[in-house]
């Protein structure tokens, strides 16, 4: 609920400073918040590594991405304390911005929303239920990561790269913090993974931005 609070507080003072960023328009606060490798490169600008997950194209944006996470909020939260859920939050949204990079760095393009970290819960939520020996096709889980990944690959306009690593990285972490009772993790490895996950994504990041060049 915090985190869905801050991404709807952001877009309310998106909309009260510029009314078009109720639709899909970019406005100037998607273009100070966003994500671009240019202005990472050039201006250091690494906010926007983490800022660019809090800011949404237009309503429906928005609406779909705070839907997922509250479907996925409720069923993390009854499994992991809400401080890891936090960090896997982090490590998520990390994680997909270093896979926009990855993917579309070298392409000056405004990347923005909080898909990256929601891909991130629906990986972990998927391999945390693997991982207890259920068959996620037999549950929502399942359905929704295919329909999910099916929607990245298919329409136009969508990060690819946000979705992939957010996934990723949501995976790497869920593999640790929702292990089986039968083969339990140690209490502070649920805590030291996720971070783990997100230094290495900024790392990773800036270095791979170090490398771009641009015509």
């Given at each position: 609920?915090?985190?869905?609070a801050i991404n709807i507080g952001v877009f309310v003072w998106m909309v009260?400073?510029?009314?078009?960023?109720?639709?899909a328009n970019i406005t100037k606060a998607h273009a100070d918040l966003g994500l671009f490798s240019p202005s990472l490169k050039f201006n250091d600008e690494w906010y926007r590594l983490v800022t660019s997950a809090f800011v949404h194209f237009g309503f429906i944006h928005l609406a779909f991405?705070?839907?997922?996470?509250?479907?996925?909020?409720?069923l993390l939260e009854r499994a992991v304390p809400h401080l890891q859920f936090a960090l896997l939050y982090f490590a998520s949204l990390l994680g997909g911005s270093l896979g926009v990079?990855?993917?579309?760095?070298?392409k000056p393009s405004l990347t923005a929303g909080a898909s990256g970290a929601v891909f991130g819960l629906?990986?972990?939520?998927?391999?945390?239920l693997h991982r207890?020996?259920?068959?996620?096709?037999?549950?929502?889980?399942?359905?929704?990561l295919m329909l999910n990944l099916f929607i990245t690959f298919t329409i136009s306009g969508i990060s690819i790269g946000g979705h992939l690593g957010g996934l990723v990285a949501g995976a790497i972490c869920g593999f640790v913090m929702l292990a089986p009772h039968h083969r339990p993790t140690p209490k502070w490895a649920g805590y030291v993974v996720p971070i783990a996950v997100a230094v290495a994504s900024v790392v990773a990041s800036v270095a791979y931005v170090n490398t771009l060049t641009f015509s």
């Open positions: 609920m915090a985190f869905m009260i400073a510029d009314s078009s960023a109720a639709s991405n705070m839907f997922a996470l509250y479907q996925l909020g409720q990079l990855l993917i579309d760095g070298n629906l990986g972990a939520a998927a391999v945390g207890r020996g259920i068959n996620i096709f037999s549950t929502g889980i399942g359905t929704a």
